[in-house]
Structures are given as C-alpha cells and as structure tokens.
C-alpha cells in the first residue's frame, strides 16, 4: 500500500473506530514494517510541579537532526493514571514520551489532549493507540475536523520533508473525544479545567489548568518566538491573553520554548498589541504593510524584547501583513 493511500483509509475510517483495527494494515507484512523510521531519541521530563511535567524542546523548526522534535509534549501524573498533553510530530516521538512517563510513575496513561491542530501537537497519538487502544484522546470539535479535511495530510508531509522521513510509519490517529471549553475534568485528586476563550492560535486552542497546583498548558497561544499566525487571531490572541492571566496560575506551560509564569501572558498580549493595534492605525493613515514594519520595529517593546525571539528577523514581515488582513476583515 502507498503511503498516501494508507493515510487516506486512516483518514475515512471515524473517529471513534481509530484504533487498533485502523492500524493493523500498517503491520499486516513485513514490507509495512519497513516503512517505520528509527526511533526517537530520549528528552528528560523537565518538573514544574509535584504533577506537571513537559519535554522542552529547543530547536524553533523540525530539522533532520531534531527528527521533528521542536514543541513540547507535557503530562500530569494524578491518582487515577496520566493525562499527556499534546503528542509530538511523529508516532516514534509519541513512543518516547511513553517511555520517559514510565521512568518518572508506573501509573497507566489514561487521556491525552490536543489542544490544536497543528501537527506537532497531534501526530503522536498514533504511539498512544498503539499502546492503549481504549484510550481516550480529546480534543475541540474543529481540531478533528480540520485533520480530516486535508490538514493531517498536510502536517505528515510537512514533517517529513523537513525531517528527512524521521516520522515515517506515523499514522493520523484521530481524538476521539471532544470538548467545547468550559468543561471540568476530574481524576482523582486532580481537577482539570478545560479553556476556550476565543480564536487566537487557531480557531479551537484549549487550554488545560491543573487547579491544585496552578499551572496551566497553554499549547500555542502564547510563545516567545514569532512562528505561525495564519491560522489564529491579532486581537483573539489578546483577549486569551488577558484571560490567561486572570486564571492567576503560578505556572504557564507552553507548547515551544520554556515555562514561565504569567509574564508570559503580558508579553505576548504586547506582541499582539503593538503588531495589531499599530497596524489598524497605519492602515488608517494608508500606510502598506511594508512601510509600517520599520515604525513597529520601533517600538520600545519590539526593539528590546520581541527582537531577540527566534523568527522575528524572518517571519514579521508575514506576522504585520496578516495583521494587516486582519484589521481589514474586521473594518468591513
Ligand atoms: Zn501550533
């Protein structure tokens, strides 16, 4: 079977038959078997909190040498089992984060959240069915339907590419669950609240806060890089920022680059802020996106902080255009 065409039978079968029975094709022969890349390397868990976990990843991009390993999945160990948060970019990366979680407890992995489409924040799930096929993997609504609707395809040949075929024998391995926001979930002595506060990263980013132990795992919607906005939101983003911090967490986990606490929140919401409210107003005074990247690379927040994050040289110019569309969409 080609790959595409595996992918495409992954992709009919339903949400809720994704498991086992889907995979099995893929190891019906040894020729299926060969398909499958070396495994990933080992990344120690770094601790944030007595049930909090996450593997920092810390290259920016997918890389061959990286084997597509640039976000950073996470865990919570409660009473009842684990709940992991986001997977990787490929079923061997998956597998690894399986086989750290069972260094640190022997306690079985039970969830996982994405909390968006994106496929470094998904394509390990197929390392979690394989290892549970009973496994509850939950997601928004919109999260599964965008990998159905070509976006699975798009991020396996996406990291591929960018890998040197480090994800190959990953299988888009649908949530099969899902939430809205506004949910609480509880397992055992851990309560889990489910956040959906607006369109920001992309149009169904959730948000996980670990209540006893104030930390939350934002996925993507706040970084300190400038990477990508196409699927998200200017003023959706500040309005999660906002939000985020109002949680009063000590401790905010992110899907690339370190954890932090809610300075993280503020520098992100100025990001957004000083990108899209200036360019509403150079739009107004008729300025292009062109003429108003030097006046906002001015600005006192761009020139001493935002500078220096990875990306910002290369990807501002497409941040302040988008901004720009943005701004345009919502005046008419
Ligand atoms: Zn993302």
Redesign the pocket.
């Known amino acids: 079977m080609k790959r595409r065409d595996l992918l495409k039978s992954a992709l009919g079968i339903s949400a809720g038959l994704v498991g086992m029975t889907a995979l099995k094709p893929l190891y019906a022969s040894a020729d299926d078997m060969a398909f499958k890349a070396e495994p990933m390397f080992d990344v120690e868990p770094t601790k944030v909190t007595d049930r909090c976990y996450y593997f920092l990843a810390t290259d920016p991009e997918p890389s061959p040498e990286n084997k597509a390993f640039f976000n950073n999945p996470g865990f919570i160990i409660t009473s009842e089992g684990v709940v992991v948060v986001d997977t990787g970019s490929s079923v061997q990366i998956g597998e690894m984060v399986i086989r750290q979680i069972k260094k640190v407890t022997d306690k079985p992995i039970i969830t996982v959240i994405n909390t ?1 489409y ?1 496929g ?2 998904f394509l390990g799930n197929h390392a979690f069915i394989e290892e549970n096929p009973k496994i509850e993997i939950i997601s928004h609504q919109a999260t599964i339907d965008n990998i159905k609707n070509g976006g699975g395809e798009f991020w396996v040949g996406f990291m591929q590419r960018n890998s040197n075929n480090a994800i190959s024998g990953t299988v888009i391995t649908l949530p099969n669950k899902t939430v809205a926001g506004g949910e609480t979930l509880k397992f055992g002595d851990t309560t889990l609240k489910i956040h959906q506060f607006a369109k920001a ?2 149009e169904c980013d959730l948000i996980v806060e670990v209540v006893e132990d104030k930390t939350a795992f934002l996925g ?1 919607v706040a970084m300190r890089r400038v990477a ?1 906005m196409a699927d998200g939101s200017f003023p959706g983003t500040i309005e999660t920022m906002k939000k985020a911090k109002a949680l009063g967490c000590s401790n905010y986990i992110l ?1 690339h680059g370190p954890h932090d606490g809610p300075a993280i929140c503020d520098d992100m919401q100025a990001f957004c802020e000083n990108i899209y409210l200036n360019a509403v107003k150079y739009y107004d005074e008729g300025l292009s996106p062109f003429e108003m990247k030097p006046k906002i690379m001015d600005e006192p927040f761009m020139k001493n902080v935002a500078s220096k994050w990875p990306g910002y040289d290369s990807t501002l110019g497409n941040f302040i255009s988008l901004a720009v569309m943005e701004a345009e969409a919502n005046m008419f």
Do not use: M
């Open positions: 968006h994106h470094d924040h990263h992309t993507d990508n899907g």
